[in-house]
């Protein structure tokens, strides 16, 4: 039987179902540049395949839209995250704790945070912390030791990750944001502030990244 032809262009996407197998979670979708076609492609075996499903960077139409293919879809508007979490088991052997230094930061923190949260681990919040005003962070050292993992979110100079990673015996994972004046440069000056930071074991993921800090949390927080 001949295939039946359609006008409308192939979405050229395919998903990788057996992800979750191989590393431990499914292929999460990265919404901004997918047109609906594209984004419902990719969401619709995923969502049948797995309980648990992120679409990162998922504006508030592309939300809709996959709310619309499931119901079940949520959506954490100031992460910009569209997720599943139907299985809500936690994988994670301790907490994860997410830091932001400012107000400002903390778009980038919760998407870190949501996408630590889907990933199956127990997440806790200490935003608005920054160096400005090192008593507020100085009052939370308890409660940060008593993560697993700490992911620690600043513009402008990018300070708070080395002094978090001077406090704590934890892993400190910094993500440098985009927040600052002109001579931050987008983030830049954070990240290399963070790259150069004098507290031994702080790793670093891109500007703006609460996605890949998230991930690698999980990874090192996971349960084997």
């Not at 998407?111 to 127990?122: D, F, I, L, Q, R």
């Amino acid at each position: 039987m001949a295939r039946q032809q359609s006008d409308d262009p192939p979405s050229h996407c395919v998903p990788d179902l057996d992800r979750e197998r191989r590393i431990g979670f499914p292929e999460v979708i990265y919404c901004p540049g997918k047109s609906d076609e594209q984004l419902l492609a990719a969401a619709a075996p995923l969502f049948a395949a797995h309980p648990n499903v992120i679409a990162s960077r998922a504006g508030p139409e592309q939300a809709a839209a996959l709310q619309h293919l499931d119901p079940r879809v949520r959506y954490n508007a100031l992460g910009r995250t569209a997720y599943l979490h139907e299985d809500r088991r936690l994988r994670g052997r301790g907490m994860v704790a997410v830091v932001s230094a400012g107000t400002t930061d903390i778009p980038v923190a919760e998407e870190a945070a949501c996408t630590a949260e889907v990933m199956g681990n127990e997440v806790f919040r200490v935003f608005d912390v920054g160096v400005a005003g090192i008593h507020r962070v100085l009052r939370r050292r308890e409660d940060l030791e008593a993560a697993e993992v700490v992911i620690v979110c600043a513009g402008m100079e990018g300070a708070l990750p080395s002094v978090v990673g001077g406090l704590l015996s934890r892993p400190v994972i910094a993500v440098p944001t985009s927040v600052g004046y002109g001579a931050s440069f987008g983030g830049v000056a954070a990240l290399l502030g963070m790259l150069n930071s004098c507290a031994p074991g702080v790793t670093v993921v891109n500007i703006d990244n609460g996605f890949g800090a998230a991930y690698a949390a999980s990874r090192i927080n996971r349960v084997r």
